[in-house]
């Protein structure tokens, strides 16, 4: 019991720089899709517009990802209306859906 402990503190230490850099990157991108975002929301600009920008911001460092593509116009979405001041996450309907995607590709 002793040794299984001692291993898997060890293991916990190999794995710490792997996990504080995961929580650094997500952090990264966070901060890079609510930053253009905001900016383009504290201009009076378009969900277009924040898309463009995020897009600017964040596709090289992150355009490789995993499902990056899959989720970024909800990310965009969400980020754009937290920064108009939307606290709380609106329902995603179908109807909403399709006015989110008119808004991207107008």
Not at 29 to 50: C, I, M
Not at 69 to 76: A, D, G, T, Y
């Amino acid at each position: 019991q002793h040794v299984a402990r001692r291993q898997h503190a060890d293991r916990a230490r190999q794995l710490a720089p792997m996990v504080e850099a995961a929580i650094e990157n997500t952090r990264d991108f966070v901060d890079s899709t609510y930053r253009a975002a905001s900016r383009v929301a504290a201009r009076g600009g378009s969900l277009k517009e924040a898309w463009d920008a995020v897009r600017a911001a964040c596709d090289p460092k992150f355009k490789d990802y995993a499902i990056y593509e899959h989720c970024l116009p909800f990310n965009v979405a969400r980020a754009y209306d937290e920064a108009r001041g939307i606290d709380t996450p609106r329902v995603w309907t179908a109807d909403r859906d399709r006015q989110m995607w008119e808004a991207l590709q107008g």
